[in-house]
């Protein structure tokens, strides 16, 4: 890399301060052009931003950190700029001037990926980091970002090396005075890691869900209540909410924050046989969230009759709340049925009205109970992306194939090779170019 590249590190806008980064065997030149003498490596210092010309274009903070002691390992510089807009823009006009480039989004942790500052994990903990709205994404991605990958495959590369070190001396010292076990004695080595690895693979699915969101899905006969209390949970008029069954005719999501937790509320289409074409679509999609989430909070509408209640939802399975909703008017038949499916299917129920503030903060404590329950274990997943799960059940393969070809060592040794392999592709150390492009190209740019 013989360019250098320069970008905003803040968002766009006005703003008291923006920063530029810079980076790149130029960047001490270019910063010296602009702000004079440079200041000592890693001290702030107060200098006036002038363009080619001489032009004055801002008093500002200037930093000066040369290579390798650096977050890309290069040369590199931060400028932090008052924040308008103007002045933010005629600094990029001026480093273009210089002939240095902007960057590509991604382009400064792919340099410190490539300079040895990062791995591939800690990387994707960065861009982790930058997406994070709650605490539980913050927690994760701090996690990542601090190495804790790069940890764990230190760890099982050396159960790799300990099974590879017996497999390889009965293949290449045959004649010596050896156990007559040797390959054996790899199995538990094997064995070990593959429980470690099992047990990585299971913690990216709750990864994912802390990352993307916990999915919880509203379903039930349409009026039974549901855009009510979407309403009511997102505190704000998300769904349109009439005494027309039908209204809701797609999915209605809201995002929330229980218990630092990220959780996507989707409100959905009400159940029922409809020749309408389009109600009839809202009902298959309804449907299809309703088997994809994580959690179902079946609604009843406590104030019918039980003759006209639709029954339980075919997607329901047990730990999914059932919410008799519309407590504030008289009481339907249809609550002593819904109580009575609600048990028999397992599942938690709770009698409420949505315009009850006391009744939405006991549903919401509820639905916090779960989403902890479901993502809040005490050890932090180390594997956290499907990218990570897809190599570690590559590595699983492997190594379930060298525990069957025990007694071939040669075969073995080739198979804990490739689980080794497969295992270094986690964090970047071998890997083809274009997964790290895609990797890359995911970051905004400034970063």
Partial sequence: ???????????????????????????????????GRRPAPRRAALRRLRALGGALLDEALVLWMPGPASYTGEDSAEL?????????????????????????????????????????????GVADLIEAETEAQRR????????????????????LVEALALFEAAVDFPDEDLPADVARRARPALERLLADLTRAVEGVDRAERVREGYAIALVGAPNAGKSTLLNALARREAAIVTATPGTTRDVIE???RLGGYKVILADTAGL?????????EGVRRARLRAGTADLRLWVVDGAGDAGS??????????????LVAKADLPAGDSVARALAEAAALGLEAHVLSARRPEDVAALEAALTRQVVAALGASEPPAATRLRHAALLSEAKSRLASALAMAEDPELAAEDVRLAARALDRITG?????????RIFSTFCIGK
Avoid: K
């Fill in 140 to 159: 994760q991605a701090l996690d990542q970002l601090g190495g804790a990958l790069g940890r764990a495959r230190e760890a099982w590369r050396s159960d």
């Fill in 80 to 124: 932090h700029l008052h924040g308008g807009p103007a002045v933010v823009a005629g600094v990029l006009e001026a480093l273009a001037a210089l002939g240095l480039r902007l960057a590509e989004p991604g382009e400064f942790p792919r340099r410190a990926f490539e300079n040895g500052r990062l791995d591939l994990a800690q990387a994707e």
């Fill in 1 to 35: 890399m013989t360019d250098t590249i320069f970008a905003p590190a803040t968002a766009p806008g006005r703003a008291a301060v923006a920063v530029v980064r810079l980076s790149g065997p130029r960047a001490g030149e270019a910063l010296s052009a602009l702000a």
């Fill in 429 to 437: 150390r071998i890997g083809p170019e274009d997964v790290l492009d």
């Fill in 309 to 322: 209640a639709a029954p339980a939802p075919e997607s329901l399975r047990p730990g999914d709340l059932c």
């Fill in 272 to 280: 029922r046989e409809t020749t309408d074409e389009v109600e009839a």
């Fill in 254 to 256: 809201a995002t929330l």
